[in-house]
């Protein structure tokens, strides 16, 4: 299958978040309608975060589903950038990649989404005049008002799903995002790379559609997406199901795409690949819900002590008062 010029994406990820871009991989190839060049982004101490099988696996991946595949080390080292709790230093391989890239336009995805529907539309978008273009974030006014007070506020964008133009990037921008990263600890940037990337080209932006961003931690309304983006605070893999039930509607629905995409990932790895790559991938899914389940069973058993102690109140008020005598 020939790779068109224009239909390049790049990913990242470390050893923890492998098996969701995995499944990320495999839903995006399910529902695109033409060829695709993955570059798989690495910091330059690549090895503190990845194992060479795992990146065998992704590759190994992306050429069971036909895909192109290359891998770009940049000039970054991971273990020296800032993360915090919910955020790794590895997003900072986004704008790095930017920076020594040679694709005339690229699309940047984060690992912790799926395709649930034609997402063509993100490939054939070249933004008009700038280096990016990106779905609108919605309440970032504080941040807005900080770094452009003089512009409309509306402008900020979440960098989860871009497309880029590196050339024009590396022309406008480079120089710019690298000092705010060596000025890092000097600003507030909660958002890591994103906020960076923000600040960088303040407004300087194109706007892709919602539904090709769509967030479900954020917006109860999923009419027309075409990529589910599980951005923020609620990630399917860490839901149990009695948390599940809680939920709201379109998270519960949500829920039941990312497991839909699951098991279509782990249907096409062992039809195309074969058992032994099939046990790497569900050895990752493992080492991904170490923690995460830990954490998920954490909340179950909380939740599950506060059921037992409500029903045995309840029991002891239904119990007869004892007579007064």
């Known amino acids: 299958m020939n790779t068109e010029p224009s239909d390049f994406i790049a990913m990242t990820g470390d050893a923890n978040y492998l098996y969701p871009v995995g499944v990320a991989i495999c839903s995006l190839a399910k529902h695109a309608k033409r060829a695709v060049h993955l570059d798989y982004v690495i910091p330059r101490d690549w090895s503190r975060m990845l194992k060479d099988t795992d990146l065998s696996l992704i590759g190994?991946?992306?050429?069971?589903?036909?895909?192109?595949?290359?891998?770009?080390?940049?000039?970054?080292?991971?273990?020296?950038?800032?993360?915090?709790?919910?955020?790794?230093?590895?997003?900072?391989?986004?704008?790095?990649?930017?920076?020594?890239?040679?694709?005339?336009?690229?699309?940047?995805?984060?690992?912790?989404?799926?395709?649930?529907?034609?997402?063509?539309?993100?490939?054939?978008?070249?933004?008009?005049?700038?280096?990016?273009?990106?779905?609108?974030?919605?309440?970032?006014?504080?941040?807005?008002?900080?770094?452009?007070?003089?512009?409309?506020?509306?402008?900020?964008?979440?960098?989860?799903?871009?497309?880029?133009?590196?050339?024009?990037?590396?022309?406008?921008?480079?120089?710019?995002?690298?000092?705010l990263l060596a000025e890092f600890d000097q600003h507030e940037f909660v958002f890591l790379e994103q906020d960076i990337m923000n600040a960088t080209t303040l407004g300087q932006t194109d706007y892709l559609p919602s539904n090709l961003n769509y967030r479900p931690a954020y917006d109860p309304d999923p009419a027309g997406a075409a990529i589910l983006h599980f951005a923020g605070w609620w990630k399917p893999w860490l839901t149990v199901p009695a948390e599940l039930r809680t939920l709201p509607s379109h998270l519960q629905e949500s829920y039941s795409l990312y497991m839909s995409a699951e098991d279509h990932f782990m249907h096409h790895v062992s039809m195309?690949?074969?058992?032994?790559?099939?046990?790497?991938?569900?050895?990752?899914?493992?080492?991904?819900?170490?923690?995460?389940?830990?954490?998920?069973?954490?909340?179950?058993?909380?939740?599950?002590?506060?059921?037992?102690?409500?029903?045995?109140?309840?029991?002891?008020?239904?119990?007869?008062?004892?007579?007064?005598?």
């Open 272 to 325: 195309h690949q074969g058992p032994r790559v099939a046990a790497q991938w569900k050895q990752a899914r493992l080492q991904l819900r170490g923690r995460a389940n830990w954490r998920a069973h954490r909340r179950y058993v909380r939740w599950s002590l506060a059921q037992r102690a409500r029903r045995f109140h309840g029991k002891l008020q239904r119990l007869p008062q004892a007579t007064k005598k």
């Open 60 to 179: 190994d991946l992306a050429n069971s589903l036909e895909w192109g595949f290359d891998i770009v080390e940049v000039p970054l080292e991971a273990a020296d950038l800032p993360r915090t709790r919910h955020i790794s230093s590895m997003t900072f391989m986004k704008p790095a990649y930017l920076d020594v890239s040679n694709r005339s336009q690229v699309a940047f995805l984060d690992g912790d989404l799926i395709a649930v529907d034609d997402w063509g539309a993100l490939l054939d978008q070249m933004p008009d005049s700038q280096a990016l273009a990106a779905a609108r974030e919605n309440n970032m006014q504080d941040f807005e008002r900080k770094w452009a007070p003089s512009l409309t506020p509306g402008w900020y964008f979440n960098a989860g799903v871009l497309k880029a133009r590196p050339r024009l990037w590396q022309l406008r921008y480079s120089k710019q995002w690298q000092q």
